[in-house]
Structure formats: structure tokens, C-alpha cells
């Protein structure tokens, strides 16, 4: 069951280096590795949201590599190779935007075995998608960004606070669901496939 987070909301992500499963009594943690394509919002949003659902079935490692799309796969591709498997389910988070590559990225994430949460146009919707429904085209953050300053007026997405977000993300998921088919939320607009790494870190479905 969900708690209420510290004050800040923010904490070191949980993470656990000894995953050996003891035999018999309980099951190893999954552990999640997650690259986020930009510096600081999403990255913000995932440690707070780690936090507050405090899962101790689930183990997350946060990454930022601001960065175009096809390049995120490739660079969450290459960590994954240094950690010598020390993750179950790698996780690539970035924006359709204006990126021409979006496409050839989901592509080679799929061939590479590494799951995606792409928003479309951004990562803002999903954040929207806390306080109801959205589902008018937006073709870009500024297009966006109104829709969610009418619910938070000083948003501002270099200092992300999850308290704010606390109270919605359970009802962020079926909403967004609604939007698009899963792995198909960068054909769509708007779409996040935000939804489906939130339930993965809450435990509420597995690979």
C-alpha cells in the first residue's frame, strides 16, 4: 500500500546490492534499470515515486543521458553490458518531441530487449494525466505546458516536487491506458507509455 513520502519526496532510489535469493523464503527482487532522456524531470518524477510506493519487490537504478532517442537505446544498451547483468528489465524514458528517430528507436529497443516509456509529444502529458483526462493533440511541450499550469501554475520541470503528484499517479494509469495501445504510444498523439513502468515500479504486473 502506498505511504506518505518524506517531506521532500525525494529520496536515493532503492537499491539493493546483494539480490542472492535465499532459498525457500522469499523471491529476489526484480531489479530494474532505468535511462531517462533527459536530465532532471523525469528523473525527479521516478526517485519520488520509487519512494512513495516503497515496493520491496522491485529494486530501481535511475540514469540520465540527455540525448536523441536512437542514441538513449544505444547508451542503455551499453550500461546494461558494463553491469554484467545485474538487471532484469532495462527501461529507456524519452519524448516523441521533434525527434525524427522515434520510430527506428522503438525498433531497436525491441530487437535489443529493452523496454520503453515514450511520451508523445512529451513527458508533461503523463503529468496532466494526475489531475484527468487529456486527450486534445498537442504537437509540442509549449502546446502542452498551459494544461498542466492549470493545475500547478509554478511548474517548473528543473525542480520537479513529487508531492505534487502524489495523490494522482494511480489515476494517471488508466487514463493514460485509454490513450493508446501499448508500444504504440509514438504513433499516437497524445500518448505516454509512462503507465506501464509506474505499474512495473508499484509491482503491479511483472515482464
Known sequence: MARTPKSS???RPVFESDLR?????????????????????????LRGLVAHVANPAVTVRIATKSC???????????????SRSDFD???????????????????CARDAGIEVAVSNPCFELWLILHFGTHTAYAGSYRELLPHLARHLPRYDKSRLDFRYFV???????????????????????PATGMWTLVERIAGRSRA
Open 21 to 45: 535469493r535465499v532459498a525457500g523464503k522469499r523471491e529476489a527482487r526484480r531489479r530494474l534499470l532505468i535511462v531517462c532522456g533527459a536530465d532532471v524531470t523525469e528523473s525527479d518524477y
Open 9 to 11: 519526496g525525494r529520496r
Open 167 to 189: 495523490d494522482g499517479w494511480e489515476s494517471a494509469i488508466p487514463r493514460a491506458r485509454r490513450l493508446a495501445p501499448s508500444g504504440k504510444e509514438h504513433e499516437v498523439n
Open 89 to 107: 528489465e532495462v527501461w529507456c524514458v524519452f519524448d516523441v518531441d521533434e525527434f525524427p528517430d522515434v520510430s527506428r528507436a522503438v525498433s
Open 68 to 82: 536523441a532517442p536512437s542514441q538513449l537505446i544505444k547508451y542503455a544498451a551499453g550500461q546494461r553490458e558494463l
